[in-house]
């Protein structure tokens, strides 16, 4: 017999789980130092965890989720409670966080962009050897903490199918769901309700063999005889096609965006509709009328209000946030407010079913391809290099000291002129560490900026920024991603400063360092009253200035970052080609004021970009640095065409591990066999903000011995 819960009224898909004042990631890098115990850590974690069960049960939410807390990664948990642990890291000491970060001697598994989202997952390495197995402690676990503070709460889990899509192995099913049937069922013992089960790849474009699997794994989960029952939510855009399979199957509920995605036509009268009307993704109030008009046009036995997706996206609290201005405020909700948004729907009188208010927005501008010289005209005026130039990514090590020298000045305790004698002090650091090493092409390693994009908000028209509101990226990195509610203007130069006073300190060729359009707009809450192409224009037309500025002050090396091309890729295959015709036409209306002689660099990481390897060949950089050390060199498989400079990484910074000479130079042999060597260059696979000066030193000095032994047989 199938389970007769009434679901309730009011809930969220998720929530942010790294602490209004990010103590989960003071906890996690505590303890990957060695300074506090796994005991600390999980204390931590359980603080989180109540704060939150507490907080969301006072503001009214009625269904309370758990299991979406996560020490890293949702995804990586998954694999965990599914036994799908690859065998090499389950000696090692905490083979989790093997997993996560690697150790010495154990390379981690591979990361990559959550869906169209900022958020990085581990990817789950699933073989035909891999023996899923459950190990369901986790979620059982955090029913019963919740239970001892007196709630009642709906774990989450990936579903089987996104889970298998995400590890390119969907001919597992059969295998994987024997697992899932088992935690069903002790879920049951445990007297849970409803269980949540994401399946977010099914708002993408699915083969009839993928919809197939949708039905087969949900018409044998829905068999088991004694379980909860089940919500299955698709978060980030429409189901489409899968929506009629799963009202098919014996599930209970769907879950529907219905901010990304249209009320449906399909009838669900005999379903439960769990309704995200409330974004989950941008800052923005929630227009209480369209909200009220979607949730009277659904078609269901009962309609609860809830979230679009999980609110991990978004930061804890505007009451965190006194600095901003008063009139902007009146326009914002983050977590906390959006589910006072969750909770006043679900009490407000919903009006008969009629037609949804449209959003007036006005038409995108056309677009229009920027041209400079030919490649091989520019690359005959450029600097010439040694063979395999080796250089990095733009950022070096964020002290402590210039964390606090920072703060200081925000403080009003340090003045502003000596805090920019500490900037050049650590500019020179980084100068000469690079010579000392060898590097051909230098950075000044970015100590005056908090954040690639954070820094380039602060200076422009049409931004705000927050005091806390931070969003985790992955593991314990966070960002603080700006509000763009205006047009967007640069009033003066913002990096040329920084950028002259790195190049007057040595004879190398020094890159000026910007961040790209696309990447900022991405990283951004983008206001909503404009098309999002004409808004990333706007941003292109400030970043163009700032490349003239650089070029007119005698940079000869220019890097524009576009690491978020690949994320704001649409989900559906249909719409994907119009937005990177426009995204390829940006970046190359912010780099089409530099002249032939000036060489343009971008770089783009953990984004799957060998998907999109067409439209970063349009960008027209002469020379492109992208993710390779962390998938394992996957992009050399589609680069042998690529027309102009490509750095595919050779050291992943994402974690601690020092890569070993023979490990670099194998993958740099890999790299000359796929592309001509003349056209190869040589760096990590990001930025080096957030390792230690002794990491960074370590790697870089294998990085180039692995150059040169390579530059000798040449």
Not at 23 to 49: F, H, P
């Amino acid at each position: 017999m199938s389970p007769t819960a009434v679901f309730p009224a009011s809930t969220v898909l998720g929530y942010p789980r790294i602490g209004p004042r990010r103590e989960l990631k003071r906890a996690l890098e505590s303890y990957w130092a060695g300074r506090s115990t796994r005991a600390e850590l999980d204390r931590v974690g359980a603080e989180l965890r109540e704060r939150t069960w507490r907080r969301l049960a006072e503001l009214g939410l009625d269904g309370l989720p758990s299991n979406t807390f996560s020490l890293y990664d949702h995804v990586l948990d998954t694999a965990v409670l599914l036994g799908a642990v690859p065998k090499r890291y389950r000696d090692a000491a905490d083979p989790y966080f093997a997993m996560a970060r690697g150790t010495e001697e154990l390379a981690p598994l591979r990361m990559t962009k959550w869906f169209d989202t900022n958020y990085h997952y581990i990817v789950p390495e699933i073989g035909p050897e891999t023996v899923f197995e459950l190990d369901a402690a986790k979620p059982l676990g955090e029913v019963r903490e919740a239970r001892a503070l007196g709630y009642e709460t709906r774990p989450v889990v990936v579903g089987p199918v996104t889970f298998l899509l995400l590890g390119g192995a969907l001919d597992r099913l059969d295998d994987v769901l024997g697992p899932y049937e088992e935690l069903l069922a002790a879920l049951a013992a445990e007297g849970v309700a409803w269980v949540q089960l994401d399946e977010p790849a099914l708002v993408g474009d699915r083969t009839p063999e993928e919809l197939d699997a949708v039905r087969r794994a949900y018409e044998r989960l829905g068999a088991v005889t004694a379980r909860p029952a089940l919500l299955v939510a698709a978060p980030y855009g429409d189901l489409g096609e899968a929506l009629p399979v799963l009202a098919g199957t014996p599930v209970e509920a769907v879950g529907l965006d219905l901010v990304r995605g249209g009320v449906p036509a399909v009838d669900l009268t005999s379903k439960t509709v769990v309704a995200g009307v409330v974004s989950g993704r941008d800052v923005w109030r929630t227009s209480q009328e369209r909200a009220l008009a979607a949730l009277a046009a659904v078609r269901a036995s009962r309609v609860t209000v809830s979230t679009s997706c999980s609110l991990l996206h978004v930061p804890y609290t505007l009451a965190a946030e006194p600095g901003l201005d008063p009139a902007l405020k009146e326009r914002l909700a983050f977590a906390e407010e959006k589910v006072a948004e969750v909770v006043a729907l679900a009490a407000a009188d919903r009006p008969a079913a009629g037609r949804i208010p449209e959003v007036s927005v006005p038409p995108a501008a056309p677009v229009a391809l920027e041209e400079r010289g030919p490649y091989a005209v520019r690359a005959a005026a450029q600097l010439t290099l040694p063979p395999l130039p080796t250089t990095t990514i733009g950022s070096f090590p964020q002290t402590g000291e210039l964390r606090a020298a920072r703060a200081a000045v925000l403080a009003g305790t340090l003045p502003q002129a000596d805090y920019e004698q500490r900037v050049e002090a650590e500019i020179e650091r980084v100068i000469r560490l690079q010579e000392r090493l060898g590097l051909d092409v230098l950075v000044h390693g970015e100590p005056e900026r908090n954040d690639m994009v954070q820094y380039f908000a602060e200076h422009l028209d049409g931004f705000a920024v927050t005091g806390n509101g931070w969003v985790q990226s992955y593991g314990s990195r966070c960002t603080r991603p700006p509000i763009l509610h205006g047009d967007v203007a640069r009033p003066a130069p913002i990096t040329v400063r920084w950028a002259t006073y790195a190049q007057s300190l040595t004879d190398r060729p020094v890159k000026g360092m910007l961040t790209g359009p696309v990447t900022i707009v991405a990283w951004s809450f983008v206001r909503d009253d404009l098309p999002l192409r004409d808004v990333v224009f706007q941003v292109a037309d400030a970043i163009r200035d700032e490349v003239r500025d650089l070029e007119a002050a005698g940079v000869r090396i220019i890097q524009v970052d576009e690491p978020a091309l690949r994320e704001l890729l649409p989900l559906r295959r249909a719409a994907q080609s119009d937005y990177l015709e426009w995204a390829v036409a940006a970046y190359r209306r912010a780099t089409s004021g530099a002249s032939d002689h000036t060489q343009i660099h971008t770089h783009l990481c953990y984004s799957d970009a060998d998907q999109i390897l067409a439209a970063i060949d349009g960008l027209d950089a002469d020379v492109t640095t992208i993710e390779s050390a962390r998938s394992g060199g996957r992009i050399l498989g589609s680069v042998p065409g690529f027309g102009r400079g490509l750095g595919p990484g050779v050291y992943d910074i994402h974690s601690p591990r020092v890569p070993a000479v023979d490990e670099v130079e194998a993958l740099l042999r890999r790299t000359v066999e796929a592309l001509p060597v003349e056209r190869v260059w040589v760096n990590p696979d990001c930025g080096l903000k957030t390792r230690t000066y002794e990491e960074v030193e370590a790697s870089l000095t294998n990085v180039i011995t692995a150059t040169r032994r390579l530059r000798a047989e040449l």
